[in-house]
């Protein structure tokens, strides 16, 4: 049996790698945001992988994410009502934070039993694909408008 040790370090290493990926698609969706409607620089979204940080970093990013993506549509004459991406961002902000005060108390060894945990972390699962899923839609949404503006241009 594996010791607690090495599954620690597997699952943070396991974390690392997924939360990079996760950063690499919100920096790829600010690419496509003119700079002068971003309202956060593609290099702070990096902090996101730290562990710890990330907790409060999360609600920034989700904040000013979202903000740009309003403003970049805006500007392209988008009809935009409320905020894109804030909500699944936020939900999974809090979420994520109220998973790490469940499992603070609890022994790391008999986390699986702490059954208010186990639910956070399943809900922390299924928001983050949800707002993955949702920054990839509205970085399409920017790269089809910029493909179909560059090909009227061309007319």
């Known amino acids: 049996m594996p010791d607690i040790g090495s599954l620690s370090i597997s699952a943070l290493f396991f974390d690392i790698l997924i939360k990079s990926l996760f950063v690499l698609a919100i920096i790829r969706t600010l690419q496509q945001v003119n700079p002068v409607n971003r309202r956060i620089s593609p290099v702070l979204v ?60 609890t022994d790391i060894q008999n986390l699986h039993k702490n059954y208010l945990y186990v639910f956070f972390s399943l809900a922390v699962v299924i928001i983050f694909i949800l707002y993955w899923t949702k920054i990839n839609w509205y970085k399409a949404v920017l790269i089809n408008d910029s493909a179909e503006n560059e090909s009227k241009d061309e007319l």
């Open 46 to 105: 990096w902090p996101l992988i730290i562990p710890f940080l990330n907790l409060l970093w999360n609600f920034f990013v989700a904040i000013e994410l979202s903000r740009s993506i309003r403003n970049e549509l805006a500007s392209r004459d988008f009809e935009v009502k409320g905020y894109p991406t804030l909500i699944y961002g936020i939900l999974y902000a809090l979420i994520n934070l109220g998973s790490f005060f469940v499992a603070v108390p």
